[in-house]
């Protein structure tokens, strides 16, 4: 019998939900936006042979980094990977780290499913669900080694950017759950919204910029076809690094 996106949901049933949330109750910061995915064959595929291995389901309880990968390697989480081509690249260049990639929009969700399986990556895990309740819910505090934030929705309409992703409450939440040393690395093509990261982790205390400003460009992140689009527009490339600090003396 064929996949389709709706037998991978009732073979699968937990990849159809991307939050967890009282009907009614608040919402908190949302890191994403819902867009309808048409998948092919090959994605409805690869979801189905690989989400077992390199899949994690969502879950209300803390997870041990050690137990999920087999290994003490540090642990970095990339929100929003898209189609996941520099998440790929990077896990296979940077194998001295483990890879927890979140995205919700299932074509790219797939297409990186496909890839890793295929190569067999050991150092990547995926979710489709809601990073921030993934934050929340299933990561200790003091627990991670990096946050990759790259390229997310600049929400350029001024009545939009309260959507932005990068505002006080994440900042907290992604320095509570760093390591001592950890970093965020951020990258956008819409300078304002730079500049409003740069603002917003200034103003978070226990981070700090070993820069003072935007970052230089790092050679291990590769350039992405969205990327190449921005420069094609000439648009400025602004990358954001900062750190938790270190309390040792």
């Given at each position: 019998m064929q996949e389709t996106q709706d037998t991978i949901f009732a073979d699968i049933p937990e990849l159809k939900w991307v939050e967890s949330r009282e009907e009614g109750s608040p919402r908190g910061i949302k890191s994403y936006v819902?867009?309808?995915s048409y998948l092919r064959t090959f994605q409805l595929e690869a979801i189905k042979k690989y989400y077992p291995i390199y899949g994690l389901t969502f879950q209300e309880e803390k997870i041990s980094f050690k137990d999920i990968f087999g290994n003490d390697k540090p642990v970095i989480i990339e929100i929003g990977f898209g189609m996941g081509t520099s998440t790929e690249r990077i896990a296979k260049e940077r194998s001295e780290y483990n890879y927890l990639g979140i995205e919700v929009f299932l074509s790219g969700f797939s297409k990186l499913m496909d890839q890793v399986g295929k190569q067999g990556l050991a150092n990547v895990r995926l979710m489709r669900f809601d990073a921030v309740q993934v934050l929340d819910s299933m990561i200790v505090d003091g627990s991670v080694a990096g946050f990759h934030v790259f390229f997310p929705d600049p929400w350029p309409k001024k009545k939009q950017q309260k959507r932005r992703l990068i505002q006080a409450p994440l900042a907290r939440l992604l320095m509570e759950k760093l390591k001592e040393g950890g970093y965020i690395y951020c990258v956008t093509d819409w300078e304002e919204y730079a500049s409003q990261m740069l603002s917003v982790f200034s103003e978070t205390e226990g981070l700090e910029n070993p820069y003072g400003g935007?970052?230089?460009?790092?050679?291990?992140?590769?350039?992405?076809?969205?990327?190449?689009?921005?420069?094609?527009?000439?648009?400025?490339?602004?990358?954001?690094?900062?750190?938790?600090?270190?309390?040792?003396?």
């Amino acid at each position: 019998m064929q996949e389709t996106q709706d037998t991978i949901f009732a073979d699968i049933p937990e990849l159809k939900w991307v939050e967890s949330r009282e009907e009614g109750s608040p919402r908190g910061i949302k890191s994403y936006v819902l867009r309808t995915s048409y998948l092919r064959t090959f994605q409805l595929e690869a979801i189905k042979k690989y989400y077992p291995i390199y899949g994690l389901t969502f879950q209300e309880e803390k997870i041990s980094f050690k137990d999920i990968f087999g290994n003490d390697k540090p642990v970095i989480i990339e929100i929003g990977f898209g189609m996941g081509t520099s998440t790929e690249r990077i896990a296979k260049e940077r194998s001295e780290y483990n890879y927890l990639g979140i995205e919700v929009f299932l074509s790219g969700f797939s297409k990186l499913m496909d890839q890793v399986g295929k190569q067999g990556l050991a150092n990547v895990r995926l979710m489709r669900f809601d990073a921030v309740q993934v934050l929340d819910s299933m990561i200790v505090d003091g627990s991670v080694a990096g946050f990759h934030v790259f390229f997310p929705d600049p929400w350029p309409k001024k009545k939009q950017q309260k959507r932005r992703l990068i505002q006080a409450p994440l900042a907290r939440l992604l320095m509570e759950k760093l390591k001592e040393g950890g970093y965020i690395y951020c990258v956008t093509d819409w300078e304002e919204y730079a500049s409003q990261m740069l603002s917003v982790f200034s103003e978070t205390e226990g981070l700090e910029n070993p820069y003072g400003g935007f970052c230089p460009p790092l050679s291990w992140r590769p350039t992405t076809k969205f990327e190449q689009k921005g420069l094609a527009q000439n648009n400025p490339i602004n990358e954001v690094w900062v750190e938790k600090r270190s309390f040792k003396k």
